[in-house]
DNA sequence: TTAACATATGAGCAATTGTTCATATGAACA
DNA sequence: TGTTCATATGAACAATTGCTCATATGTTAA
């Protein structure tokens, strides 16, 4: 039954074909992927909750992160490419901040789901 | 003025104190990252997705998305450690089913960003 | 116990990613 | 105009990641 990628016989036929329904559009997923890759990183999440707090230029952020401009800079274009930041030039200096209402949420539904106490079980891993 | 990550100097030192100070522990920061990074695969976000809607074993998984079986428990195997999905044992067969009432949140925020209509400057990008 | 089966896992490989280094761009000012 | 400075970017390299393949684990049934 189906194309084979399992070699298991139990395939629950009606619950494959019901999810396959319901579940949203294959290229949504990949750009919630996408999305999800941009905010997995340790300096771009770094970069977002410093942006949090205050409009910062490129500069700033590199001291307050300890890191190079080059480096930085780099990950903002990611975070410019994702939408999650803009860009204010004033001269020579670009000053960036955070361009999304939703990225709050998600952020700080992370930091709930990173805060909670761990369960028994998990803790046995 | 600090310790030379950037050439510049214009640094706004007055900011970065203001944002060190607010800024949530480095090892937090961190774990967010850590976790964002668990949503940022397709093949996950697909899992997460599939298991919205049901309860499936590892070889419902595997033909839904039209995987081996190897990739999709090596999967997880990585949600299960992000306690995003817990397992039940029903015989040989395991059952997968999603963990965590924040997922959906940040699922959902996540679907949200993705659907916003895109701005003038992004499109020009 | 042995055979069959569902799942888990380790090693290896190709693809992706984040940083560094060197340099380009573009604005301000002498 | 030429210089300086803030930022952007391309190439290269090391580290990480997701898949495949082979095999291990653990459960059921003969």
Known sequence: MGDEFCSCDIVHENVIEMVKKKMPQEEKLYDLAELFK?????TRVK????LFEAEMCVCDIAELLHMTQSAISH???VLRQARLVKHRK?????FYSLDDEHIKSIFNQG????LEPRGFEYALQ
């Open 90 to 94: 004033e001269g020579k200096v670009v």
């Open 38 to 42: 941009v905010f997995g990183d340790t």
């Open 75 to 77: 990950q903002l274009r």
């Open 47 to 50: 970069i977002i909750s410093a």
């Open 111 to 114: 930091l709930e789901h990173i």
